[in-house]
Structure formats: structure tokens, C-alpha cells
Nanobody, 123 residues
Framework: VQLQASGGGSVATGGSLRLTCAVGASFHSLNTMGWFRQAPGKEREFVAAISWNGGSTYYADSVKGRFTISRDNAKNTVYLQMNSLKPEDTAVYYC?????????????????WGQGTQVTVSS
């Protein structure tokens, strides 16, 4: 299964970006989709996740109220809308997918990963 993340860039504090994760033909065999991020010198951390039908969403406390995850199963795509960006949001953002139902907050519970897209927020 191939995941292709895009949409990163450089914005000023308070700006917005929308990340896109395009998934290959096996999208409908996947369960939860998630976004993680990794800042320089830090471990990869959970950002958001969405259930297979979009009915449930989950967010890290640090992004709750600012980020929105969504999915369009007809387009094999998952989105992360990021508003009110802060310098501490600067990181490489990765999309990930689970085949089955697993604990969604841990990187090791995801089976497939995209290549990452850089988000830089300047103060």
C-alpha cells in the first residue's frame, strides 16, 4: 500500500495549511488513518486519527481545536486541515494507515507510512 503525503510548506504564525495523503488502490482495505509528526531531535508523535468511515476522530491535546482530520473514501484521500499554526507545530508530518483495529496513538500500531512532508511555522 502506497501513501503519498503532500501540502507542507512554510507559513507564519497563525497561518493555515492543508495536508493531503493520497493512498493507493488498497485504500478500502485499510482501517484507521493517522497523521504523526516528528520535529528535529524528537520522537515521532501522534497528531490525529480517523476511523475507516470517518465517524470517529482523535486528536493530540496540542492540536485539538486547531487541526481537523477528514477522509474522502471515494478519492482514496485523507486530509489534515491545520489552522492557527504555531512555531511548535514545525515538523515533518507523516500519514499512516492501519490494516486492523489497533491502539491508534502508537507508531508501532500502524502498518503503512508515507514519506513525510515538511511544515515550517515561523514566529
Amino acid at each position: 500500500v502506497q501513501l503519498q503525503a503532500s501540502g507542507g510548506g512554510s507559513v507564519a504564525t497563525g497561518g493555515s495549511l492543508r495536508l493531503t495523503c493520497a493512498v493507493g488502490a488498497s485504500f478500502h482495505s485499510l482501517n484507521t488513518m493517522g497523521w504523526f509528526r516528528q520535529a528535529p531531535g524528537k520522537e515521532r508523535e501522534f497528531v490525529a486519527a480517523i476511523s475507516w468511515n470517518g465517524g470517529s476522530t482523535y486528536y493530540a491535546d496540542s492540536v485539538k481545536g486547531r487541526f481537523t482530520i477528514s477522509r474522502d473514501n471515494a478519492k482514496n484521500t485523507v486530509y489534515l486541515q491545520m489552522n492557527s499554526l504555531k512555531p511548535e507545530d514545525t515538523a515533518v508530518y507523516y500519514c499512516a494507515a492501519q490494516r486492523g483495529g489497533s491502539y491508534i496513538y502508537l507508531t508501532e500500531e500502524y502498518d503503512y507510512w508515507g514519506q513525510g512532508t515538511q511544515v515550517t511555522v515561523s514566529s
